[in-house]
């Protein structure tokens, strides 16, 4: 069999590089589990850390990366054994005798015999040897990687085996992790610190960001080393580096195009699906996940995220029984970006579904957010008017409902007499009778011409909140707006009386 020479070697550590160290301690720490496993995302610096540590270290060593051909059993042992050949040439002569004669229900006894010929070596092994499987999760077929889950029981203590994936192999972690024989390096301990994030863009950089700028940008990509490495390709050409930095994105057309084309492409539609829809959400829940996408169950789609964390598909689990997850804040951007371009037309409606299902359970901050970004305005007004009893009366917030009034579009909040009322209400609690008085004739326009349902109790409301201010202002008329709305009152209780009536 000819071999692809590359596939036989680490990658090159390409400068700039920042070491470390911390670990590479934990590399060196772990020989004594039968597995290390640095599973994290694309361009999370994995390949880069364990040739970083190998090249600095005197052990003996073999690196293997796959490629979805490597799923045949037959091309896997090959490379695998080979691999180690090379560094200790009378290892693994039976196992390779007996690879090309194999099938795949009989894989189980190359595995055996090639770890007994590692566990009977005395004279020809060395004190300690790594061997890198790199890329692991490019093998599909389930009969391979049996084989080497096998493998790693079997393999000798001082035969230190590290496996490189962007998402979990199944080679039987969880009882790995029981019996405290697995050593895992993620997403979290890859991702670069703010000091770490410093040294790469003064690096790359040649003192284009100060560091206050560098730590900022270690801030906006997560500490994520590809976003860092892309966003200083952008800065070492632009005017104003700083400016770029506070504004940098996910819809960066570097990282956009990168995340493309290592992670969004190559899903299935079903999972593209899924990403771009619930791409709109801050956070994410099986239920809510369900509400947006539309055509899945919550259990389809507490399913869903658990396989989004398991591929390190840029989630962030928020809580300790992977219930409530985030992407990634890039990863969300780009995904966001990807979703007006292959969907148009369709944020809308998600945001519409996230922000009535918030509604529905009172959150009414988040309801507010995402009905904002249905670009109707109409519905972001019913939306307020859903909680403003609530907050005016009950919990007096009146911060937050001047927040969603600055928001609102003028136009659009002038035709809700409701909440043009709960607006008047804001400034005679403050004394404001100038502006009072503005707004309540904006309400008497807007109840004419809207001619709402409930428009007689609007209309007492506005007497009554006509009858205090033209008091405050020593105006004599007040006490006639008073009966007005006293009797508009009892009307209201008439009418509504006679409503439950008809019904019952």
Same mark, same amino acid.
């Given at each position: 069999m000819? !071999?692809v020479?590359?596939k036989?070697?680490?990658?090159?550590?390409?400068?700039?590089?920042?070491?470390?160290?911390?670990?590479?301690?934990?590399? %060196?720490d772990?020989?004594?589990?039968?597995?290390?496993?640095?599973?994290?995302e694309?361009g999370?610096?994995?390949?880069?850390?364990?040739?970083?540590?190998?090249?600095?270290?005197?052990?003996?060593? *073999?690196?293997?990366?796959?490629?979805?051909?490597?799923?045949?059993?037959?091309?896997?042992?090959?490379y695998?054994?080979?691999?180690?050949?090379?560094?200790?040439?009378? +290892?693994?002569?039976?196992?390779?005798?007996?690879?090309?004669? &194999?099938h =795949?229900?009989?894989?189980? *006894?190359?595995?055996?015999?090639?770890?007994?010929?590692?566990?009977?070596?005395?004279?020809?092994?060395p004190?300690? $040897?790594?061997?890198?499987v790199?890329?692991?999760q490019?093998?599909?077929?389930?009969?391979?990687?049996?084989?080497?889950?096998? !493998?790693?029981?079997?393999?000798?203590?001082?035969?230190?085996?590290?496996?490189?994936?962007?998402e979990?192999?199944?080679?039987?972690?969880?009882?790995?992790?029981?019996a405290?024989?697995?050593?895992?390096i993620?997403?979290?301990?890859?991702?670069?610190?703010t000091?770490?994030?410093v040294?790469?863009?003064? #690096?790359?950089?040649?003192?284009?960001?100060? #560091?206050?700028?560098?730590?900022?940008?270690?801030?906006?990509?997560?500490?994520w080393?590809?976003?860092?490495?892309?966003?200083?390709?952008?800065?070492?050409?632009?005017?104003?580096?700083?400016? !770029?930095?506070?504004?940098?994105?996910?819809? =960066?057309r570097?990282?956009?195009?990168?995340?493309?084309?290592e992670?969004?492409?190559? #899903?299935s539609?079903?999972?593209?699906?899924?990403?771009?829809?619930?791409?709109? +959400?801050s956070?994410?829940?099986?239920?809510?996940?369900?509400?947006?996408v539309?055509?899945?169950?919550?259990?389809?789609?507490?399913?869903?995220?658990?396989?989004?964390e398991?591929t390190?598909?840029?989630?962030?689990?928020?809580?300790?029984?992977?219930?409530?997850?985030?992407?990634?804040?890039?990863f969300?951007?780009?995904?966001?970006?990807?979703?007006?371009?292959? &969907?148009?037309?369709?944020?809308?409606?998600v =945001?519409?579904?996230?922000s009535?299902?918030?509604?529905?359970?009172?959150?009414?901050?988040?309801?507010?957010?995402?009905?904002?970004?249905t670009?109707?305005?109409? !519905?972001?007004?019913?939306?307020?008017?859903?909680?403003?009893d609530?907050?005016?009366?009950?919990?007096?917030?009146?911060?937050? +409902?001047?927040?969603?009034?600055?928001?609102?579009?003028e136009?659009a909040? &002038?035709?809700?007499?409701?909440?043009?009322?709960?607006?008047?209400?804001?400034?005679?609690?403050? %004394?404001?009778?100038?502006?009072?008085a503005?707004?309540?004739?904006?309400?008497d326009?807007?109840i004419?011409?809207?001619?709402?349902?409930? *428009?007689?109790?609007?209309?007492?409301e506005?007497?009554?909140? &006509?009858a205090?201010?033209?008091?405050?202002?020593?105006? $004599?008329?007040?006490?006639?707006? *008073?009966?007005?709305?006293?009797?508009?009152?009892?009307?209201?209780?008439?009418?509504?009386?006679?409503?439950?009536?008809?019904?019952?």
């Amino acid at each position: 069999m000819m !071999f692809v020479e590359s596939k036989l070697r680490p990658p090159q550590v390409r400068q700039p590089f920042v070491r470390r160290s911390r670990l590479e301690q934990k590399l %060196g720490d772990a020989g004594e589990r039968s597995v290390t496993l640095v599973s994290a995302e694309a361009g999370s610096g994995k390949s880069a850390l364990v040739a970083s540590w190998l090249s600095d270290r005197r052990y003996s060593s *073999a690196w293997v990366s796959l490629d979805r051909e490597d799923s045949n059993p037959v091309r896997f042992w090959t490379y695998i054994i080979e691999a180690v050949r090379r560094e200790l040439p009378s +290892l693994g002569n039976r196992a390779t005798s007996m690879v090309s004669s &194999q099938h =795949n229900s009989s894989w189980y *006894a190359v595995v055996e015999e090639f770890a007994r010929e590692l566990t009977e070596a005395v004279d020809a092994r060395p004190e300690r $040897f790594v061997l890198v499987v790199d890329d692991i999760q490019k093998i599909g077929r389930a009969n391979t990687i049996d084989g080497f889950d096998l !493998f790693l029981d079997l393999s000798p203590k001082w035969f230190q085996i590290v496996v490189i994936s962007r998402e979990d192999p199944d080679i039987s972690l969880s009882r790995r992790r029981v019996a405290r024989d697995v050593s895992e390096i993620r997403y979290d301990d890859l991702r670069f610190t703010t000091e770490e994030a410093v040294e790469l863009c003064t #690096q790359l950089g040649a003192g284009v960001l100060s #560091q206050s700028d560098s730590a900022v940008l270690g801030k906006r990509t997560e500490g994520w080393v590809a976003g860092i490495q892309l966003a200083m390709i952008n800065v070492r050409h632009h005017e104003q580096p700083a400016s !770029f930095v506070q504004s940098f994105s996910g819809d =960066n057309r570097f990282v956009a195009d990168y995340l493309a084309d290592e992670i969004i492409d190559s #899903q299935s539609e079903i999972v593209r699906d899924f990403l771009l829809k619930t791409s709109e +959400l801050s956070e994410l829940n099986s239920e809510l996940c369900s509400e947006v996408v539309g055509n899945k169950s919550a259990s389809e789609c507490g399913k869903m995220l658990l396989y989004l964390e398991r591929t390190n598909m840029f989630v962030v689990a928020l809580d300790d029984h992977r219930e409530l997850y985030r992407y990634h804040h890039l990863f969300r951007d780009s995904l966001r970006r990807r979703l007006t371009l292959d &969907q148009p037309g369709i944020s809308p409606e998600v =945001n519409r579904r996230a922000s009535l299902w918030y509604a529905r359970l009172g959150l009414y901050d988040l309801a507010f957010s995402h009905a904002l970004r249905t670009d109707d305005p109409a !519905f972001a007004i019913a939306t307020v008017e859903t909680f403003v009893d609530e907050l005016l009366w009950r919990s007096q917030d009146y911060n937050t +409902l001047s927040d969603w009034f600055a928001r609102i579009p003028e136009a659009a909040l &002038q035709d809700s007499p409701k909440l043009l009322l709960a607006i008047a209400w804001m400034n005679v609690f403050s %004394g404001n009778v100038a502006a009072t008085a503005t707004i309540l004739n904006n309400v008497d326009r807007a109840i004419k011409v809207s001619s709402p349902e409930d *428009a007689r109790s609007l209309l007492a409301e506005w007497s009554a909140l &006509q009858a205090l201010n033209r008091a405050r202002m020593g105006e $004599f008329d007040a006490a006639s707006y *008073a009966e007005s709305a006293e009797v508009l009152l009892e009307e209201t209780e008439l009418e509504e009386s006679n409503r439950q009536s008809t019904i019952m």
